[in-house]
């Protein structure tokens, strides 16, 4: 399968730009690069500290990137070892946190159109790292002194650490790329030759046979997906790390509780878990905004739970063997690929939820009275979107 980089120039020999004049391919750049280059304040003293951190990391530039810290992962070790399972194939192994959850330079910001003297190769890994130590010393002063802790700031680090939890995994880079085919498949994907033949004589340089034949073959690629359009890495992460602080401040705004469980629960790859509970369809996952309530697991014995509405007393009790298990299944269903326990548990792998069917769904609105107008919504699909039986949402007594 051919892939081409959103943000990119398509390569000469397409010449796609010349046969299409109404092309937005270097629309779409000067946006994806202007958010690499101006989401932050190039003066700002804290920026070009950050900066000069991350071209001094360049000496010994790690490559193996987390989506999940591996300072958050190791409150699940034994023996310095936590359980990985994989959730779709059932598989399960142990290793150290420090070898899990890693992919190859995947918050890279190398890019020939990003100044790495502006925004360096590693400024997102470092920006991480930085954001990472601020959750994990949060995290301990809840656990330690409660939400009534006497660190004024832990409540906003820990925002700032889960919002970009929330945005910075596999599963929200492979739906912000399934965005991008699909907006270029629906810009592009259905001209005709006539359409195409029209717009290319509209050219200010019309292209020649050749190039008009090429730019044919390439329509039809998109048509059949062979074809697919990507974003390059740098603007994929910023475009998923400019969405990190309006989660950040949305779940700050939340009503938060920490309770204790008995010492079993799970995380996952993605473990900012928004629970949609009443009047939300089981086969869409909720967003951190309209749910009902978004749960965290702190450490195997303690859940942040933030709710939307000022929690009612009886919500406040802690959570049974039978709630937690339930939290457990929630946690596995929303997970993009992994999940992770104590060494010695295998609940993931008997916990069963559905494979993943699609990574984004679109639905179309008429436009009342103009029939050949319409609206184009998309959304996530929850891992129940075909499960004839889902569970109810967990915890029954917080819908009450």
Known sequence: MTSYRQG??????NN????????????????????????YDVDDPAIQALVSKAINNEKTPPRKHHIVPASYLRRWTEAKQLRVTNVDEGNSWTCAPEKAARITDFYSMASEDVDPAVVPPLFAETQLSEIEELGKHAIDDFLQHGLSSRNSTSKDSLAIFLGFQHVRGTGTRERSQAITR????????????EKLSDLAQKSSVPPTPEQLAESKRFIAGIQDGSIEIQQQTAAAVSLSFSMALPVAEELS???????????????????VVPIGGPGTSRGMQS???EA???????????????????PRRHWLRDLTTAETVEINHEILAHSHKLAFEKASRRMSAALKVPRLSSLLEITEHPVEGESARSLLSFYTP???????????????RWYR
């Not at 699909?182 to 030759?193: A, N, T, W």
């Not at 929850?382 to 029954?396: F, G, M, N, T, Y």
């Open 253 to 271: 705004k939340r009503h938060w509780v920490i309770l204790r469980t008995p010492h079993m629960l799970l995380t996952c790859d993605e473990p």
């Open 382 to 396: 929850s891992r129940w979107k075909d499960s004839d039986a889902p569970p109810p949402w967990p915890v029954e």
């Open 182 to 193: 699909e907006q270029f498949k629906m810009q592009y994907g259905d001209l005709s030759d």
């Open 287 to 289: 967003g951190v905004g």
């Open 16 to 39: 796609l730009e010349r046969a299409i004049a109404a092309s937005k391919e270097e629309e779409a750049k000067a946006r994806e690069l202007a958010l690499a280059n101006t989401q």
């Open 292 to 310: 009902w309530v978004v749960v965290f697991a702190l450490e195997p014995g303690a859940l942040l739970a933030m709710f939307k509405h000022p």
């Open 8 to 13: 990119n120039s398509i390569p000469d020999d």
